[in-house]
């Protein structure tokens, strides 16, 4: 499959105003599937899962919608972030990526492609719908490896049709992975060896799991606060299968030589790392997952106008950090989201008559 294939062919879905059922986060959420067809993988069937927020009362939702996009051994659950973004005025919708959360499906390995490319379907006919639905412009929020699988899709719409005239206007990427983490040697000799094995020996597992560290930084079986469901987001995580991990690899390559975007982005990260094998209390204010220096040092590389933003005290994914950094998090977002709002309008048409 080409890229401007997986942005050009159809996907099976009810008309747009049908094929939404409750959802399990409750009442004010509802979900539909997205049908993709066969797995390019050769893991059978394969479908996406598009989740909305339905607030009840009168809420004026006026300056948008947004889009979220989960990381690895992630899916959306984060439904403060849904409520803030609402109060905001925007409509939220959230996507769980083929083969993961409400899209896994039995047989098929949690999370694995072979191209990250392969998302583009799904992510454009969510874009398609969201658009469809609202009418309105998209904000894209994206966590971790969704942060990257979102800037590659973003560099490639834009080429092929322009971001903004899909009708986006920014993303906000949360520690997105936009390198690999370890030791220098994991870049260098290492990597080669990973799209070498990787490209014959795909499902081969990367030694060295079982850490559940930052898992037990967030659920509240263990040391943190959050509710999940475990068989989706697993405490110590998926097994990474070296075709996975060779796609990545393509895909910070890609990045690294320099991306266009198209639309402006707020980076948002822990101001510090800490990797270690067992939970402390150090893990719960730092990123236990990624080196923040790295994205630090690769935000550039996504074009456009970009705003890189440290956060005291923040977890891997910022909005799952502690009630202080969450708050600066949020703050920050809301803060960007007020420039966003100003600089579309002094883009527009009207703003030059």
């Not at 850490?211 to 995580?237: C, F, M, R, V």
């Not at 030589?257 to 402390?280: E, H, W």
């Not at 910022?318 to 920050?332: H, K, W």
Request: aromatic residues 10%; contains cysteine.
């Amino acid at each position: 499959m080409t890229n401007e294939q997986s942005l050009a062919e159809p996907v099976s879905t009810s008309p747009d105003g049908a094929g939404w059922r409750p959802d399990v986060l409750g009442p004010h959420y509802q979900q539909r599937t997205l049908d993709l067809g066969p797995d390019p993988d050769g893991e059978g069937e394969v479908v996406a899962t598009l989740v909305r927020y339905v607030p009840s009362g009168d809420v004026e939702q006026t300056a948008g919608a947004v889009l979220y996009v989960h990381g690895f051994t992630d899916y959306f659950f984060q439904e403060h972030l849904a409520e803030h973004f609402t109060a905001r005025g925007f409509q939220f919708y959230a996507l769980d990526l083929r083969k993961c959360g409400r899209s896994l499906r039995e047989g098929q390995t949690p999370h694995y492609v072979t191209d990250l490319a392969f998302y583009d379907r799904e992510l454009a006919e969510s874009l398609r719908i969201v658009r469809a639905e609202t009418g309105a412009p998209v904000v894209l929020n994206a966590h971790s490896t969704g942060g990257l699988v979102v800037s590659l899709w973003l560099d490639r719409l834009n080429r092929a049709q322009g971001t903004a005239a899909a009708g986006i206007t920014g993303v906000v990427l949360n520690s997105p992975w936009f390198d690999l983490q370890g030791p220098a040697y994991y870049r260098s000799i290492g990597t080669p060896i990973i799209k070498a094995v990787g490209r014959f020996r795909k499902m081969v597992q990367l030694p060295g799991g079982k850490i559940s560290t930052y898992g037990d930084s967030l659920h509240h079986s263990a040391s943190g606060e959050w509710e999940y469901n475990l068989d989706w987001k697993p405490l110590q995580g998926f097994p990474v299968r070296l075709g996975w991990l060779r796609a990545i690899r393509n895909g910070h390559a890609r990045l690294h030589q320099g991306l266009d975007i198209g639309v402006p982005s707020l980076i948002l990260r822990s101001r510090m790392t800490k990797f270690a094998k067992q939970y402390g209390p150090a893990v719960a204010v730092a990123d236990a997952v990624l080196d923040v220096k790295q994205i630090q040092r690769w935000s550039g590389c996504l074009g456009d106008r970009t705003n890189m933003v440290p956060i005291d005290g923040a977890k891997h994914d910022v909005f799952l950090s502690g009630p202080e950094p969450l708050a600066q998090a949020f703050r920050e977002l809301d803060s960007w989201l007020d420039w966003l709002a100003d600089y579309q309008g002094a883009k527009s048409p009207e703003a030059g008559a």
